[in-house]
């Protein structure tokens, strides 16, 4: 065995003996307070056995190790459905980004280990009501107040907000030069007077997304994390981290198998469903854009471990795989007809098919429309001509609402 | 569309969409979605009051004689501010089978009823997966019926139904009162559909049609509520549509209104093509009611319509954004309402099948 | 009968009685030429009888009559491949246009009555190397020379230019304004010193479009037929001729029947293809999508019967009917494997799917791209708004290339 | 992708398209369009001189003892700049059907002229709509083929087949000497691919598989072809996609370059995902040859690519507007061969079913 075989091997030992305590069956019921109760303890129980912040450094109590074994780890968990959930944006990027930008290096490594043991969680205060593709056109703003800041505005998706602790904050501190580059990033205490939460209930009954107000909500000089003025190339680095975070060629939504599996037991047509050749079709059309998916995401793990940079064709994968995602649920209601019907709302997105299905468009939205990301792909990987923005260098006062 | 609406026609869509748009809001069916066995009472009595119930049924039982023209420009209009009950359908189901394959006893006893709408219908012919299966899980033998019928629309208020049922191995279509039948409130994903399941046991029914003449009644029932249905379809797909095309011109991204960009612009139109070809399919299925290609229009009017709801929600949503997916602005209303009109009568696989198994002359 | 159905009756009888002399049988094997010649032959033959001109004004040699009567024979014509295709687009829209704003009347008379009959034959000179959706933008000019105009540049796509006897033609006569506003209409002689012909050989192999140069080429300004200046609009009103063109539900290529018959007879995964969802699928979408469309015809046909204006969705024809044509070919190629690569460069549209397929991107290109017509929907039916278009209101010579 | 192309493997890839590039241009091409029976000599040639035909077969009969994943590398740049003949593919299919399935004689008969490409190969598997006939079209009775192949690709010039026949009911997979067999040059879309009928009528042959085992056979030939057809479509796929975009670079509508609009560049945007789905599913299939899996990873390669080049075609000629329907621009030859490479290997339908019944173990 390699060493990443090994590894490999410990890792999924260890994820098997977490599961009487943590996996699908423990969770079953619970209310989310009780479910984020038990994500704390179970992301206490990943720092002590060395699963937390795998590949971070040592000194900010992480392993040292790298990408592969953690993208390794990675793939041992998602098997089963553990409380995870809370910590991935937290531990995804903002405390990544504070690692790379908080000056306040006693006050990072602080933070670092209560985030890594579950004990305290960061979320990502970027969108705005006015902007959801259009992050440079933020209006929360902040005006020098003594030596510090104060904070004016509002934003919004922002998730897991109602339980967090800190929050990273990009806001416009100059309103009188092009709009990008007026920004500024910070970071807040989520529980400092004039922050209100409020919860956004989504589409398919759940409320992990947020409004977050913010009413003369003063900070100090040291929460800046950016020059003033240059918050949006910090903005754009914590974006770029997001494109790491582990891909999945099922769109996070059930493994073809399952499909297959429904095929097998339904009738269609007087005829099991699976031989029938739409369904065959879909089979195999998913099945082949998911394997090209699945090794391109091999072919970056080689590269990285061979020391290379992977090629931009990783971008696909949010794109293809969340869009088919959504039409493959939809057949897979067709196929059960009337038995259908029936709806469980806390099913999970993994296994059920209504869940994955009215869940989709949440999918295809967050992180990155599909516009956006075609845009982002013939712009930034096929160099073709940016669309037409009227707002480009126009001092951001002086766009027309 | 091979008719033209006449001018009693265009009253019927105009009064229709007043009456509806007045009386029916989001705010209404939201809190609908998180409870089973509640429907939206305030559609349910402005269809009877309005007549919608008695349109196409006939006058000598205190229907309004009117056809299916009439009762899809009514649907349209319900799809457009999303019905807040499945009634309107399956009592119109339920009717037709009794009218059309019930003796003058039956007729007498049920239409009525129907046609006032205190009495409510429902079409009880699929098990599962299978709109019309060659076995049906309900069986009928000396007059009683024994089985459960799983996932019955308006099946949780229903006062009488029409069945699909096995009869010691051929099929029958019967008729059963449900005063004493035992239903199971499903909790779905469009709650105010009232899914149930019946389960039979020694429930008295009476036959309406029996052998391979039961299963040509049951398609032509099964046709007829899903040109309803189209109807209905198209109607939500229209206000989706627009919806996106409103949204597009207010909301602005980079300095413009994002209806300026081809992407939005272009699946807008995109929607306005599958709304026109819904459209015309559907209503020329209403007005080939009564002749040998009916069928055939039928079903070309429900993959048309199906496809047009569909889409029209997945795009609508996604042209909206991160606004689009919240519980409170309601598209997921349409979203979960596309998706049981898409089931109810039958998926587009079964549709896709009756089209060309008429077209092929008879293949497979 | 109705008037109407007695109509397509005679109608359908004399066209049958054409049958023998300039059928499809008749046709086979003849070069370009000698097919042209017979289809002058044929358009005398409908003249004669009264089939020519149907919807013009008799005074003109028109019959005088309606658009229903004229698309009741057309829908009997087109069922016999007879040779009329070289009159279609002269008889469509130069023709008609002259008629309307032809200045000599005496002359547009005399023109009009020998292009009826087949004698002269008419094109479009519109389209121009440097922009095929962008009509305003062309670049042949037209200055004053002595009391008339001389005409330099390049058109393109020309429609049976190397037959033609005359052209109507837009060029621009003032480059100094915004270049929708510096445009003139002429007629003009395509057989006078300095314009050339030469035709293009498309992807199918056919040639029927050309490139024409002008060199000099002089004319009098009775030629003109706009005011100077006002030829957008006169070009709008022909392109506006051009949607009423026949619609085809096929999207001109062959009918679905051949598609159910060709399922019938090959197999596919050891039973009929007819059996297999995936071609049952095809089959049952197209035929939904042509049902559509024709009710949507015969609604407008019924409309325009009760003396009203049929409504906007008439435009989808083109869009959706060539697309889907598109793909139900190659999926007709698919079906017969190995047995499609026999290829008749000569066979027709309407009932090879090689050849359907092979000319499917001319058809949907010629007449509006998917996006030019897929903008005009959106901006002039629902109202969005247009395209971002930097040479707005810019004065032509100050464009950049 | 699997694997990551060594530096060996890179400089196949560069070598061979800076080959083509100087030796194969549309200029060639377009005239063997209108003639049946002739194909770019130059192609060829250079496959020769460069080793290419000999690439993939063992060093004892004059070969290179590379891989399919080599071979996929020429194929790729072959379909860029579309080859001109369709013997690297057809060579190969023969030449590793003797290799894997034949006696020493056999291979020494005829392995080393493949090898070097003076001998060029066949392979006759389909009749017609199916790729493996449960019945073929060719019967072989002591010793003797007689029947008809219908579309053989190469089949003009080959000199040796493989086929695969019907000996007394159960299949088998033969090689024949075509010396004397007769020949139809089929008049097709794609002239250059020098497609013909091959009538066999007491033509020796020999046995290389019978029964069950030749259909396995002769469906491990069919994956090992479609995987280098696969990198060749994908090759012709990219090179669309970047014509598209060059294209959409330059040519300016409305006063700027058409890529700026969206309907243009979401498009070509789209391109790029299909081309590196396709690209990865390729280059994994090839480094998968000898593995259990290596049918699965063959089909879903070859439905990857079929849809990227037939999609490229489509789209990068509704890019380019009326231009690109023009017969001197040549983007028909894409267009042409997007078609016949979908055709020659099986096409879409035949491979769903493949992979179907390997991921759901093998139903229907």
Redesign the interface.
Known sequence: MTDLETYRAKAAAWCESMVPTFGKAARKGLAVEEDLALGRRYQKAKFDAGYAGINWPTDLGGQGLGHLEKITFEGEEMKHGFPNVYFGISLGMPVPVLMQFGSDREFVKERVLKALQGEEIWCQLF?E?S????LA?LRTRAETDGNGWKINGQK??TSWAQYSDYGVIVVRTDPTVAKHKGLTYFWVDMKAPGVTVRP??????DSHVNEVFFDDVKISDDHRMSPVGGGFAVALATLMIERYVATDSAGFGPH?DLF?DL??E?????R??????????Q???N???R???D??N??AR??MQ?GMTPGP?GS?NK??AVRSR?KLS?LA????????????EHASLKDDW?SS??NA??G???GG???TL??T???R????????????G?PFNQ??? | MSILYDEGQHAIATESRRALEGRVSKDDLLPLLQTSGRYHENFWTTAKEQGWTALALPEAFGGLALGLVELGLIAHQAGRSLSGAPFLTSSFGAAKAIELYGNDTQKARWLPGLASGETIGAVAFAAGPDPLPARPGVALKAGKLGGRAVGVSGGLFADVAVVFADEGGTSVLAIADLAGVARDAIDSFDNSRCIADLTFADTPAETLVTGEAARTAALHILALQAVVTAHEQTGGAEALMETARDYALTRKAFGQPIGAFQSIKHRIAELYGLVELARANAIHAAAREEQDDFIIAAAAARLSATEAYDTAARDCVQIHGGIGVTWEIGLHLHIRRSRTLALEQGSSFFWEDVLVDRLAGGAA
């Open positions: 969108s009501p902007g959801g593709t259009d056109g919004v998706w956004i209930k989504l589409a398919g009954g073809l297959v095929a097998k339904v009738r269609l047509n007087g099991p469903a699976i031989e029938d050749g739409r369904i065959r079709q089979i195999a059309r099945y082949a854009m394997a090209g998916l090794s391109i091999r072919r080689l590269m061979a064709e696909l794109l293809v959504q939809e209601l067709d196929l059960q007809g009337t038995d259908a019907f029936a709806f469980d209504a299905w009215i468009p949440t295809r939205i967050a429309s599909d516009e075609l845009n792909i013939a712009e990987i096929l160099g073709l001509p940016q669309d037409h923005r009227p707002d480009k126009i766009i027309p609402a």
